[in-house]
C-alpha cells in the first residue's frame, strides 16, 4: 500500500523541528566541538532529505511546492556518501539560513492538505 504523501511531510517537520531543537542556544563553535550533536543534526538533514525525494516519487505535485528540493534531496546525498568530507561550515549554514524557510513551508503545505 502506498504512503500517505502527507507522512513525508510530517516526516521532514519533524525532523527540522529535531533540528531547531538539538541546537537551540548552540553556537557553530560548540557545533564544531560536539562530535553527537554534529551527528544528530547530520542524521536529521538525512531524513528530511529522504523523506522529500520520496515524496517526489509519490507525489510530484506536492513535491514541486517545496522549493529547492532537488537541492535538499542532493545535500542529503552529500551528508550519506560524502561523510568524510562533510563540510561543517555549510551544514551550519544551511541550519541558520535555510531551515527556518524549509519549516514554514512543510508546516504551510502540512496545513492546506489537513483543509
Same mark, same amino acid.
Given at each position: 500500500? !502506498? ?7 510530517? *516526516? @521532514?517537520? =519533524? ?14 563553535? =560548540? ?27 509519490? *507525489?510530484? *505535485?506536492?513535491?514541486? @511546492?517545496?522549493?529547492?528540493? !532537488?537541492?535538499?534531496? @542532493?545535500? !542529503?546525498?552529500?551528508?550519506? =556518501? ?5 563540510? *561543517? ?27
Amino acid at each position: 500500500m !502506498r504512503r500517505d504523501p502527507r507522512a513525508y511531510l510530517w *516526516d @521532514a517537520l =519533524h525532523a527540522a523541528e529535531l533540528l531547531s531543537e538539538f541546537t537551540q542556544g548552540r553556537t557553530f563553535t =560548540h557545533y564544531q566541538a560536539d562530535a553527537m550533536l554534529r551527528s544528530a543534526v547530520e542524521r536529521q538533514f538525512e531524513i528530511i532529505g529522504e523523506a522529500l525525494n520520496n515524496l517526489s516519487k509519490v *507525489d510530484a *505535485d506536492l513535491a514541486a @511546492a517545496v522549493p529547492e528540493l !532537488r537541492r535538499i534531496v @542532493a545535500f !542529503r546525498n552529500i551528508l550519506i =556518501h560524502g561523510y568524510a568530507t562533510v563540510d *561543517d561550515a555549510l551544514v551550519w549554514q544551511v541550519l541558520t539560513e535555510k531551515r527556518p524557510g524549509l519549516e514554514r513551508t512543510l508546516r504551510e503545505l502540512l496545513a492546506e492538505r489537513d483543509r
